[in-house]
């Protein structure tokens, strides 16, 4: 694998005499850290910082550039904290999802007045910022999605899902479901948890034998496959990732079952027609939409839908109204999901119903996703070499701190994942059974694949 740059003797100097400068503030600094940090250079030397009751560091931030302390403590950015790690500038050894713990806590330090004078006084006459090291420098961040436009949200797309078809098989199920699994016991594996999220969405929507069912958004095919092999369905998908479209093109003509299911290159704006389906499922594609195209989106599926069908509209959530300027959308927004916006789960049922939906039904999966993310990490850690020869050392890291960041806002709440079952509210003799015991498979059908 490639290796960023080895220090110098006398970058390894300039690292040593940066900390020994910067020692006592860096341990006021993170004197109330919940844990222990070290500062660790090439030469194996290091200074450990935080939390004194903790005998080891749980992690240790390994510095191939001095300046990386400058990142730390002027300016409390983790976005330049992030971008020094994507950029090889620092590794991160041992624990990775407690070092991730350091976001929060230098977003919300408050340096006093003396302490940004003790800082302004150490930068003079040295230079500010972060050398870029190390392999993969470039496709860091992505252009701004401002109106989400149609080609704004080819671009977006194609920035995120484009990126290699073979890097995004090496950690997800054999399927390629890019969504949270449903975990319907503790020990099961990612493969049987993702089939059991794709039942639990069929059964759901209640889908019969000759239905036409639409997938907005259906990534590399699975859920149209799934739905046509086990419940005889007439299945449609589209998306805007060419390379998922020719996947999923392909996984269709293995299949044999090009009679029965297809996939297009299409905007959800663009399908024609009207009361085309009798099924409309949405997985993880809302979120690109726009929250000012929200209401257009929900009027597209409601054109789209027979009177008397069911949609679902799986999607992760924000525990904060709108999608303001707080440091994980700027994030997201710069390295992962250009178009990426968020909203409340009350305000997303708002708007479906403002588009003439019926409520059914709706239900939390947030402990499921944190369950996902953690197990997509572990299985990237573990193919770290092979995903270097489909993607660069920064893009694996960018995907390895956007979904380990993630699955800690999973856990903690500040995200959370619906999925929203509704009707249109012409449907006045909804046929849904009264219970939802139809949703869950008996305990014969509960072994897994």
Known sequence: MPQPTSPTPQTQKEARGEIERWKPLFEKLLARFDGALALQLADGSSSNFGNAVLAQPGFALH????????????????LRFADAYFRGALDVDGDFFAALSLKDYLHSLQLTLLDRLRV??????????????????????????????????????????DLSNDFYALWLDASMVYSCAYFERPDMTLE????????????????????????????????????????????????????????????????????????ELQDYRDVPGKACFDKIASVGMFEHVGLKNLPQYF???????????????????????????????????????????????????????RSQFEILDLEGLRPHYALTLREWVRRLDLQHAQALHHVNE????????????????????????????????????????????????????????
């Open 299 to 353: 009027d597209t599926v409601h054109r789209l839908l027979r009177p008397e069908g069911l949609f679902l509209n799986h999607g992760i959530t924000h525990d904060e109204e709108g999608w303001g300027d707080a440091l994980s959308s700027r994030f997201i927004n710069r390295y992962v999901f250009p178009d990426g916006e968020l909203d409340t789960v009350s305000n997303i049922q708002c708007a479906m119903e």
């Open 394 to 449: 920064s893009t694996y890291r960018i995907w390895r701190l956007y979904m380990a960041a993630s699955a800690l806002e999973f856990e903690s709440g500040e995200l959370g994942v619906y999925q929203i079952l509704s009707t249109p509210r012409a449907n006045a003799a909804n046929m849904l059974p009264i219970s939802r015991r139809h949703m869950y498979p008996s305990p014969t059908e509960a072994t897994g694949p």
């Open 192 to 263: 049987q948890a993702q089939q059991a999220k794709l039942d639990h969405i069929c059964r759901k929507l209640q889908l019969r034998t000759g239905e036409r069912f639409m997938d907005i958004g259906c990534g590399w095919g699975a859920l149209i496959l799934h739905a046509a092999q086990h419940y005889g369905v007439q299945a449609h998908g589209i998306t805007l990732s060419e390379r998922q479209f020719a996947l999923a093109r392909a996984r269709i003509q293995c299949a044999g079952l090009e009679g029965q299911v297809t996939v």
């Open 63 to 78: 510095l191939r550039d001095p300046q990386v302390l400058r990142t730390l403590l002027l300016g409390q950015d983790p």
């Open 120 to 161: 302004l006084m150490r930068l003079l006459g040295s230079a500010s910022g972060v050398r870029a090291s190390g392999p993969g420098c470039d496709r860091l961040a992505a252009d701004t999605v401002r109106s989400h436009s149609r080609p704004e949200n080819r671009d977006a797309i194609a920035f995120h899902y």
